[in-house]
């Protein structure tokens, strides 16, 4: 319902409100010539946010492409059912209203200096303002989407008028100071990124469908070039970064900066006993840079870089990327190896991106900034290190095995089902879409994100965090999400949703069946892996998966996959089954005598099979990539100094990754053929 504008506002802008009537007939007319594609009228209740977006930037004198980009770039236009995110930002225009209730539930205290900080923060409160300038109040911009973006038309228009000498700009890049300023960073440079990437979505225009089915559609806006200056009008801080010798390695396009982790002697009696990466030359030699693994923090931002500052903590990263504004830091060169995964086989190849926000409660954590920043981080990279723009390359900690017997089942497995592949590869510029024509052998997940509701439940005690005291947080038991947005389709026994789920045997020792417990990943299927079809029956298709089938819900009208073309690996000619490894270690005669005996006598690192996975002749599933040579690197003492010391062994067995489960995999290249796409 639209609340009436106060008599004195109303004439002080000198329009009267369009109605929501009026602004559907009115964007009818707009799309016959500026869409093209979307049409709008009365009638159609799936364009009322378009409508509204129409009416309240002609009510406030903001232009249409302006409203609409600071809006996409905030939240993609969802209006989140009145829900706050992790911003303590609600609806379309990510409007704040931070409350103590809020900060008692992100874990913060009293006793935190932070806390009252974060209460008085004008950047937490604009809910308030907003209602304020259209006449409302706070809880009506906060759970009415029709006044949340009216309310955040009006405080653009404040915003320019307020560097205008109280009037409007007469272009749209006149527009760019109030939309730096809509930020409401601190920062002369973060509001800049902010105020060039909304720029950067009109030039390029978009359209999509939000989770509660509003078709928004923002056509491209030709001709833009806004004065980037103008951000000074704003009065911000220009930060300088804290010193450091190393340069952050990112794009010009975002604002990084460089906070070194820990590499710290610990006992200096002991020179084995650092934290918390190894110096390496990746990727000079034959220690390449494969993948990038993405993460989530499971803290906030300034307790993760805390945590990496710790030399005891033994983990790092080399970036962490921050929600509220995609702030980027680096922590560690990617010259070297960040303990990020506890799978050497994949760290020691690997970047390492750590993304503020829980797996549990992903969704209201990834914010659009985040996202942002880290697929413009990730294909800066790619690119730098020729790294593939593909599932099989650009992993999650989830889709990373354990490696040893006890590693598989406690793995950790962030960034979670809140975390939407297909969005962020998306904004990769590597769309997860089909390759091959229907029918084909192999298919991709791609269940659509934000109308794939799935069930979930977590307890996270985050045991990992408790010998470091407060402000790490743990969560109450326990956690349930009934009905989000996913990037998993579930798994079953059977073509049926009443038949059991599968189970992982790492994880069900015992035989049970899988359950909807978002840490039980071996029966979850994530967006984007590729898998060999085994069977279709009308409305499910069959994987092979882990060493067996398993059937997920697929058909013509809600499609969970997609068709693409890949390589297949199969087990040689005559072999019942073959070994499944989840490590590439090589083989043991290429440790010297003398480095052995200075690792106590035996071949260290070791690869062995793991005992609950096979491949079954008459199996197949997806070649990763070209067979790779087996390798390990040794950091082994602070300075360097040990025999052998900062050096990757490197075996003459190869071996195949494959996608095996919801994790990756590792098969002998001697065990197996290849079969190509066709």
Same mark, same amino acid.
């Given at each position: 319902?639209?609340?009436?504008?106060?008599?004195?506002?109303?004439?002080?802008?000198?329009?009267?409100?369009?109605?929501?009537?009026?602004?559907?007939?009115?964007?009818?007319?707009?799309?016959?010539?500026?869409?093209?594609?979307?049409?709008?009228?009365?009638?159609?209740?799936?364009?009322? /946010?378009?409508? +509204?977006?129409?009416?309240?930037?002609?009510?406030?004198?903001?232009?249409?492409?302006?409203?609409?980009?600071?809006?996409?770039?905030?939240?993609?236009? +969802?209006?989140?059912?009145?829900?706050?995110?992790?911003?303590?930002?609600?609806?379309?225009?990510?409007?704040?209203?931070?409350?103590?209730?809020?900060?008692?539930?992100?874990?913060?205290?009293?006793?935190?200096?932070?806390?009252?900080?974060?209460?008085?923060?004008?950047?937490?409160?604009?809910?308030?303002?907003?209602?304020?300038?259209?006449?409302?109040?706070?809880?009506?911009?906060?759970?009415?989407?029709?006044?949340?973006?009216?309310?955040?038309?009006?405080?653009?228009?404040?915003?320019?008028?307020? =560097?205008?000498?109280?009037?409007?700009?007469?272009?749209?890049?006149?527009?760019?100071?109030?939309?730096?300023?809509?930020?409401?960073?601190?920062?002369?440079?973060?509001?800049?990124?902010?105020?060039?990437?909304?720029?950067?979505?009109?030039?390029?225009?978009?359209?999509?469908?939000?989770?509660?089915?509003?078709?928004?559609?923002?056509?491209?806006?030709?001709?833009?070039?806004?004065?980037?200056?103008?951000?000074?009008?704003?009065?911000?801080? +220009? *930060?300088?970064?804290?010193?450091?010798?190393?340069?952050?390695?990112?794009?010009?396009?975002?604002?990084?900066?460089?906070?070194?982790?820990?590499?710290?002697?610990?006992?200096?009696?002991?020179?084995?006993?650092?934290?918390?990466?190894?110096?390496?030359?990746?990727?000079?030699?034959?220690?390449?840079?494969?993948?990038?693994?993405?993460?989530?923090?499971?803290?906030?931002?300034?307790?993760?870089?805390?945590?990496?500052?710790?030399?005891?903590?033994?983990?790092?990263?080399?970036?962490?990327?921050?929600?509220?504004?995609?702030? *980027?830091?680096?922590?560690?060169?990617?010259?070297?190896?960040?303990?990020?995964?506890?799978?050497?086989?994949?760290?020691?190849?690997?970047?390492?991106?750590?993304?503020?926000?829980?797996?549990?409660?992903?969704?209201? &954590?990834?914010?659009?900034?985040?996202?942002?920043?880290?697929?413009?981080?990730?294909?800066?990279?790619?690119?730098?290190?020729?790294?593939?723009?593909? /599932?099989?390359?650009?992993?999650?900690?989830?889709?990373?095995?354990?490696?040893?017997?006890?590693?598989?089942?406690?793995?950790? &497995?962030?960034?979670?089902?809140?975390?939407? &592949?297909?969005?962020?590869?998306?904004?990769?510029?590597?769309?997860?879409?089909?390759?091959?024509?229907?029918?084909?052998?192999?298919?991709?997940?791609?269940?659509?994100?934000?109308?794939?509701?799935?069930?979930?439940? =977590?307890?996270?005690?985050?045991?990992?965090?408790?010998?470091?005291?407060?402000?790490?947080?743990?969560?109450?038991?326990?956690?349930?999400?009934?009905?989000?947005?996913?990037?998993?389709?579930?798994? =079953?026994?059977?073509?049926?949703?009443?038949?059991?789920?599968?189970?992982?045997?790492?994880?069900?020792?015992?035989?049970?069946?899988?359950?909807?417990?978002?840490?039980?990943?071996?029966?979850?299927?994530?967006?984007?892996?590729?898998?060999?079809?085994?069977?279709?029956?009308?409305?499910?298709?069959?994987?092979?998966?882990?060493?067996?089938?398993?059937?997920?819900?697929?058909?013509?009208?809600?499609?969970?996959?997609?068709?693409?073309?890949?390589?297949?690996?199969?087990?040689?000619?005559?072999?019942?089954?073959?070994?499944?490894?989840?490590?590439?270690?090589?083989?043991?005669?290429?440790?010297?005598?003398?480095?052995?005996?200075?690792?106590?006598?035996?071949?260290?690192?070791?690869?062995?099979?793991?005992?609950?996975?096979?491949?079954?002749?008459?199996?197949?599933?997806?070649?990763?990539?070209?067979?790779?040579?087996?390798?390990?690197?040794?950091?082994? =003492?602070?300075?360097?100094?040990?025999?052998?010391?900062?050096?990757?062994?490197?075996?003459?067995?190869?071996?195949?990754?494959?996608?095996?489960?919801?994790?990756?995999?590792?098969?002998?290249?001697?065990?197996?053929?290849?079969?190509?796409?066709?």
């Amino acid at each position: 319902m639209h609340r009436p504008l106060r008599p004195s506002l109303r004439q002080a802008r000198g329009r009267r409100p369009l109605t929501l009537a009026a602004a559907l007939a009115l964007l009818a007319g707009l799309t016959a010539t500026a869409v093209g594609t979307t049409s709008a009228t009365a009638d159609d209740p799936h364009t009322a /946010r378009q409508a +509204e977006f129409t009416a309240a930037a002609h009510e406030f004198g903001v232009p249409l492409p302006v409203l609409e980009a600071v809006s996409y770039y905030e939240t993609r236009w +969802e209006a989140h059912a009145g829900q706050s995110n992790a911003e303590a930002g609600y609806g379309p225009m990510n409007l704040t209203n931070l409350t103590t209730a809020e900060l008692d539930a992100d874990g913060l205290t009293t006793q935190s200096p932070r806390y009252a900080d974060l209460l008085k923060a004008p950047a937490e409160h604009t809910a308030a303002v907003a209602a304020g300038l259209i006449g409302a109040d706070t809880a009506a911009v906060q759970g009415d989407e029709t006044q949340n973006i009216r309310g955040g038309a009006a405080l653009l228009a404040s915003y320019a008028k307020g =560097y205008g000498h109280g009037r409007l700009p007469r272009t749209v890049d006149g527009w760019y100071a109030a939309a730096a300023r809509y930020s409401q960073s601190t920062e002369n440079k973060v509001a800049q990124v902010f105020a060039d990437g909304v720029w950067d979505t009109m030039r390029s225009g978009a359209s999509r469908t939000t989770q509660d089915g509003q078709t928004v559609t923002l056509a491209p806006v030709r001709g833009l070039h806004p004065n980037r200056g103008d951000v000074r009008k704003l009065g911000l801080k +220009e *930060v300088t970064p804290p010193k450091s010798s190393q340069k952050p390695e990112c794009p010009k396009s975002l604002n990084c900066d460089f906070i070194p982790g820990a590499y710290t002697l610990l006992d200096p009696s002991d020179l084995a006993d650092y934290g918390s990466h190894d110096l390496a030359d990746r990727p000079n030699g034959d220690l390449d840079i494969r993948y990038i693994t993405l993460h989530s923090t499971d803290e906030t931002y300034d307790g993760t870089l805390d945590l990496f500052r710790d030399p005891t903590y033994a983990a790092g990263a080399h970036y962490v990327v921050r929600s509220e504004d995609g702030h *980027v830091t680096q922590m560690i060169p990617t010259k070297d190896i960040a303990w990020d995964s506890a799978n050497r086989s994949f760290y020691q190849h690997s970047i390492g991106i750590e993304q503020e926000g829980w797996a549990t409660h992903g969704a209201s &954590w990834y914010s659009e900034n985040l996202y942002r920043s880290t697929a413009q981080l990730v294909r800066y990279l790619a690119a730098k290190y020729d790294i593939p723009l593909d /599932r099989a390359h650009i992993l999650g900690h989830d889709n990373i095995p354990g490696g040893t017997e006890s590693g598989v089942a406690t793995q950790h &497995w962030d960034p979670g089902p809140g975390w939407d &592949w297909e969005h962020f590869f998306d904004l990769l510029g590597a769309p997860i879409h089909a390759t091959a024509r229907p029918g084909s052998d192999v298919v991709a997940i791609k269940p659509g994100f934000a109308h794939n509701k799935q069930t979930t439940t =977590y307890c996270d005690d985050v045991q990992g965090y408790k010998q470091f005291p407060g402000p790490y947080r743990s969560f109450d038991c326990p956690v349930t999400s009934t009905g989000d947005a996913s990037s998993f389709v579930p798994l =079953y026994t059977a073509p049926s949703t009443s038949a059991p789920l599968v189970a992982d045997p790492y994880l069900h020792p015992d035989g049970s069946a899988g359950t909807t417990a978002m840490n039980d990943w071996g029966d979850k299927a994530p967006a984007g892996e590729q898998y060999v079809v085994a069977e279709r029956k009308p409305g499910w298709t069959a994987i092979w998966w882990g060493g067996t089938k398993a059937w997920l819900q697929d058909s013509p009208q809600h499609p969970t996959t997609v068709p693409v073309k890949a390589s297949r690996i199969v087990p040689k000619a005559g072999k019942t089954s073959i070994p499944v490894y989840t490590t590439a270690y090589p083989e043991a005669s290429v440790y010297p005598a003398d480095f052995v005996a200075f690792e106590g006598g035996t071949p260290p690192r070791a690869q062995l099979a793991r005992a609950k996975y096979t491949i079954p002749a008459g199996q197949s599933y997806v070649e990763s990539g070209p067979a790779e040579r087996t390798d390990s690197y040794f950091a082994i =003492y602070y300075d360097g100094s040990a025999p052998y010391d900062q050096h990757d062994f490197v075996g003459q067995t190869k071996v195949y990754e494959i996608v095996y489960n919801h994790r990756v995999a590792f098969v002998d290249a001697a065990d197996v053929d290849v079969v190509p796409a066709k």
